[in-house]
């Protein structure tokens, strides 16, 4: 039971570049997540997936998209990156919490972007 | 809305200090309460939960009780050891009809020395 895996754990683009990051969970989960950690910043909601087949923006969607590949895979593309986008991402993922309330997220080792 | 205001870091202790870390929350209702941790080039996991009023969430001898008049969740632990620094994050409730959507923020970073 891996829990969540994220690849690639580390990667250097040049401005304009572009790249997915890859998100896999064997926990069943229906809902997964994509953040963004910055130093002082805390963590910040990029984008969500509630169950397969739907997305929704989070706090800081722009210059991002993502797809819910299948159950198990939530993937977060750049389009042409930018240095802002200098990061480490993590995705997560948990069961779907019924209404009103929410359940504890299952955290991946991260993927640190550095965008010269 | 909801949010959670969260001591600022970083704390500095030496080995067997007493640790407390303040969280105090505003919500609509009274959901569920978090304290996640993040070790070293890690990512976070939860430390412990509490799921009402008067609950007292507990792990690896941390503890945070749920205290309704006060609206806190304060983390704390009665001899810290080096291994425990990191950053400690009190996870706010999700806004209202905000799903699952954890916002958290900066976190009260954490340094243990012998």
């Known amino acids: 039971n891996a829990g969540v895996t994220q690849t690639p754990k580390f990667q250097v683009l040049k401005t304009g570049q572009s790249m997915t990051l890859q998100c896999a969970q064997d926990m069943n989960h229906n809902s997964m997540y994509w953040y963004r950690q910055d130093p002082g910043m805390g963590l910040r909601l990029i984008y969500y997936s509630a169950s397969e087949g739907t997305t929704d923006k989070g706090e800081v969607p722009n210059g991002y998209n993502v797809s819910r590949l299948n159950k198990r895979e939530f993937s977060l593309r750049l389009e042409s990156a930018a240095p802002s986008q200098t990061s480490v991402y993590f995705c997560?993922?948990?069961?779907?919490?019924?209404?009103?309330?929410?359940?504890?997220?299952?955290f991946g080792p991260g993927t640190r972007l550095t965008v010269l | 809305g909801n949010s959670v205001t969260q001591m600022e870091g970083p704390v500095t202790l030496s080995e067997e200090a007493f640790l407390t870390i303040n969280c105090t929350y505003t919500?609509?209702?009274?959901?569920?309460l978090f304290w996640y941790v993040q070790y070293p080039g890690e990512g976070l996991q939860l430390l412990l939960k509490?799921?009402?009023?008067?609950d007292k969430g507990s792990n690896k001898g941390f503890e945070a009780t749920y205290r309704k008049e006060t609206t806190s969740f304060h983390l704390e632990k009665g001899s810290v050891q080096v291994s425990d620094s990191a950053v400690y994050f009190c996870a706010p409730p999700p806004k209202a009809g905000g799903y699952n959507k954890l916002i958290f923020g900066a976190g009260t970073r954490l340094a243990v020395h012998p």
């Open positions: 919500a609509t209702g009274y959901p569920s």
């Open positions: 509490a799921t009402k009023a008067d």
């Open positions: 997560a993922s948990s069961e779907e919490p019924l209404a009103g309330s929410y359940n504890e997220q299952f």
